[in-house]
């Protein structure tokens, strides 16, 4: 038996009616994906597929939480996941995809695999871009980053920056003069 069997679904034997199929994708899912944007998680995926003539429609929805990397201090963090989407499956001579919502599968072998499908949703469902909660992030590599940023004061991003520096040393730096006349000039 494969690692990916569970999610084949069997499309010819089916009969003209609604089915429905719910998957747990745990760590040990994406353990198996073995792809680096997510490796932990607990997803809970709801999979209805109708069939209609040789067409058949898959409704997905996913729910849960992985496990991402910040993209400001690179600790773990939970990103839920809600994704609600739908498929066409169509049988053809060869695999391919139409479009990003149409699929044709061989009509010889007459199943498809979801398992792959349903861990390019949940990546689709992330943010391009994953930070903590305001002052969740890890506040030594914080301190460390706000050394190296300018920052602007208006900016909401920047609110986990206002942390106190745990590291001791002291952050004043004093500006070089010619950079504020470089400032104004941008600003006009």
Same mark, same amino acid.
């Given at each position: 038996?494969g690692?990916?069997d569970?999610?084949?679904i ?5 009969l003209e ?14 353990e ?6 997510v490796q ?18 898959l ?8 496990i ?10 939970e990103q839920p996941?809600?994704y609600?989407g ?12 139409? /479009?990003? /919502? ?8 007459g ?5 792959w499908f ?13 930070i ?5 992030c ?17 900016d ?6 206002d942390?106190? /520096?745990?590291?001791?040393e002291?952050?004043e730096t004093?500006?070089d ?12």
């Amino acid at each position: 038996m494969g690692k990916f069997d569970l999610y084949k679904i069997q499309l010819k034997s089916l009969l003209e009616e609604n089915y429905s199929f719910q998957y747990e994708l745990n760590n040990d899912f994406f353990e198996k994906i073995d792809s680096p944007e997510v490796q932990k998680g607990s997803v809970t995926a709801i999979v209805t597929l109708s069939k209609k003539a040789n067409t058949f429609e898959l409704n997905f929805v996913l729910e849960g939480v992985v496990i991402v990397a910040c993209d400001r201090c690179l600790d773990e963090m939970e990103q839920p996941i809600n994704y609600r989407g739908k498929m066409i499956v169509k049988f053809g001579k060869e695999f391919s995809q139409e /479009d990003d /919502d149409i699929v044709i599968v061989p009509e010889a072998e007459g199943e498809i695999n979801i398992a792959w499908f349903l861990y390019e949703f949940i990546v689709l469902s992330i943010p391009a871009k994953c930070i903590h909660a305001p002052g969740k992030c890890n506040k030594i590599m914080a301190s460390k980053l706000r050394k190296h940023l300018v920052l602007d004061h208006d900016d909401d991003e920047n609110e986990n920056f206002d942390e106190v /520096d745990l590291t001791g040393e002291d952050n004043e730096t004093t500006v070089d003069p010619r950079w504020d006349g470089l400032r104004n000039i941008i600003n006009n």
